[in-house]
């Protein structure tokens, strides 16, 4: 679990004020570096508001079957 500031789009600040990408957060898990855990569950929690404007009470992600982004189901 992750507990952070994000600002807008898909970074977070750090409590050493640095940015660090989500993206680059969950890569070293990608299903295509980690062949050994491809078919287990991995799960990051991130608790953290996006930027200064009012949030929307939820996003809709479309995926087609069981694809996801690299392995990874985003909520």
């Known amino acids: 679990m ?5 600002e807008n789009g898909n970074m ?4 050493n004020e640095k940015h ?6 969950h890569m ?10 491809k078919d287990f569950p991995k799960i990051f929690i991130i608790d953290a508001c996006r930027g200064i404007s009012i ?7 479309t ?3 069981n694809e996801t982004f690299y392995g990874f189901l985003m909520i």
């Not at 977070?12 to 409590?15: F, I, Q």
């Not at 660090?20 to 957060?25: E, L, N, P």
């Not at 949030?55 to 992600?61: A, G, N, P, Q, R």
């Open 28 to 37: 070293p898990f990608n299903c295509n570096k980690m062949e050994s855990f």
């Open 55 to 61: 949030l929307k009470s939820h996003e809709i992600i």
């Open 63 to 65: 995926m087609r079957g």
């Open 12 to 15: 977070l600040v750090a409590s």
């Open 2 to 6: 992750i507990y952070e500031y994000g």
């Open 20 to 25: 660090v990408s989500i993206d680059d957060m």
